[in-house]
Every structure is written in C-alpha cells, then in structure tokens.
C-alpha cells in the first residue's frame, strides 16, 4: 500500500487561504484517484475533493465548490488542495486517500490514508 502524509494545515483567519500536500511514497499515483475528506468535530467524515491522477478529472462537494482547487503534480508525485476564502465551517482534520481509477465520495472505497492535517479558522 501506498503511505500518504498530509501537510499544510494550519490557523487562519476567515478569508484566507492554505494549500495542503498529500505526498506519497511507497509508490506513485499513476492509475489511482485521491480524495480529500474532512472531519470537523462530532460530524463524520465527508468528502470534499477528487481527482483521477491519469486523467485530471477533479469532483468537488458543494460546500468548497468555486473555493477549493485538488491539483496535482506529477514530478513530485503530490496532490494540492489549494482552499481560498476560507471559513470557520472549513474548520476540521484533513485527510488525504487514494483508491484504484476512480475517486469516490465514499471513504470506504478507499484504501489507503493520511494521518490527517488540521485546520482551523477563526472568525
């Protein structure tokens, strides 16, 4: 299996911006799709963001649609969440996953995680 690690979070004021990595070792992402989840505290965890490595398809929950940007870069074998106008609801643990071919907006589909990243934002 692949190991994921997550960086980039942080405190920010709402408005803001941070872009979190997801990196990974082990092996590379080609033929697999990574999905970022979040958890804030006493929800479940819910996606957010997709891309298929291969081809550059990306999926976006309502929530962070037209705020959020899932890139990825080849060289360095990482997917970005570029996350703009930032929130006090963006409040929660990230965390990156990855699965064969296709992303998915349900976690149990995926089989490999991050240890999470958090971020809060403050009003």
């Known amino acids: 299996q692949v190991q994921l690690v997550e960086s980039g979070g942080g405190l920010v004021q709402a408005g803001g911006s941070l872009r979190l990595s997801c990196a990974a070792s082990?092996?590379?992402?080609?033929?697999?799709?990574i999905g970022w989840f979040r958890q804030a505290p006493g929800k479940e965890r819910a996606f957010i963001a997709g891309?298929?490595?291969?081809?550059?398809?990306?999926n976006y929950a309502d929530s962070v649609k037209g705020r959020f940007t899932i890139s990825r870069d080849n060289a360095k074998n990482t997917v970005h969440l570029q996350m703009n106008t930032l929130k006090p609801e963006d409040t929660a643990v990230y965390y990156c996953?990855?699965?064969?071919?296709?992303?998915?907006?349900?976690?149990?589909?995926?089989?490999?995680w991050g240890q999470g990243t958090p971020v809060t934002v403050s009003s």
């Open positions: 891309i298929n490595w291969t081809s550059g398809i990306t």
């Open positions: 082990g092996r590379t992402f080609s033929g697999h799709a």
């Open positions: 996953a990855s699965r064969k071919f296709q992303y998915s907006h349900s976690q149990t589909d995926y089989d490999s």
